[in-house]
């Protein structure tokens, strides 16, 4: 027959057997509590990220050289292809930034007869000349240009395409005036969408 003392020590030994299998599983129950929070931090954060892209052609219809004019003309591509996020305006040509981010941009020109004209667009954003596409005095019976830009953008910046003056571009069915955008990735936590509601 065990004694008052064995009894004692068998009772510790019990209790420190049992909180020593019960330690690992707290700690497995701690992490998995603080996986699922990085998780739903994760998908919420996957939920406030806007998407942003958009493509347009120059015109809805039919065909017509645009330009040459005397001054820089910011070129309105009216018909629209895809906008999600409203952020191009076809009133006026302009694509505005509704986040803080990196963006990228492309846009091409094409030229029919030019009998010497010059050819090409310029990429601005906010007044700022970025890169620019051109063929100078081009005698060709067809003329393409074409570039792109990855660009850093404030809330509210604006990017857009311009027609120099003394240049002109053709558009036809064929669609090869475009101009196009999208969001790589944010560069700071979400912010409230500046969107230009498209007109078109």
């Known amino acids: 027959m065990m004694s008052l003392h064995q009894l ?29 929070a990085r998780v739903e931090k994760l998908e919420k954060e996957k939920q406030d990220i806007p998407k942003v892209a958009f493509t347009a052609r120059l015109l809805e219809s039919g065909k017509q050289h645009t330009g040459p ?5 910011t070129l309105v591509y009216k018909d629209v292809v895809t906008n999600i996020g409203t952020n191009y305006n076809s009133a ?39 890169v ?26 604006q990017v857009y395409v311009r027609l120099p003056a003394n240049f002109k571009v053709y558009d036809d069915g064929h669609d090869r005036c475009s101009f196009s955008g999208f969001l790589l990735f944010q560069t700071e936590d979400p912010l409230k969408p500046c969107n230009s509601a498209d007109h078109s």
């Open 8 to 36: 004692i020590l068998l009772a510790c030994l019990s209790v420190g057997l049992a909180q020593e299998f019960m330690m690992p599983n707290t700690d497995i129950l701690t992490e998995l509590k603080e996986l699922k």
């Open 69 to 73: 004019f005397n001054v820089h003309t």
């Open 92 to 130: 006026t040509g302009m694509f505005t930034a509704p986040v803080k981010g990196v963006y990228f941009f492309s846009f091409t020109n094409f030229g029919y007869m030019s009998n010497g004209a010059h050819i090409g667009t310029t990429l601005y954003k906010n007044d700022q000349h970025v």
């Open 132 to 157: 620019s596409a051109f063929q100078y005095k081009t005698d060709n019976t067809e003329d393409v240009s074409s570039s792109a830009a990855t660009l850093e953008l404030e809330v509210g910046d």
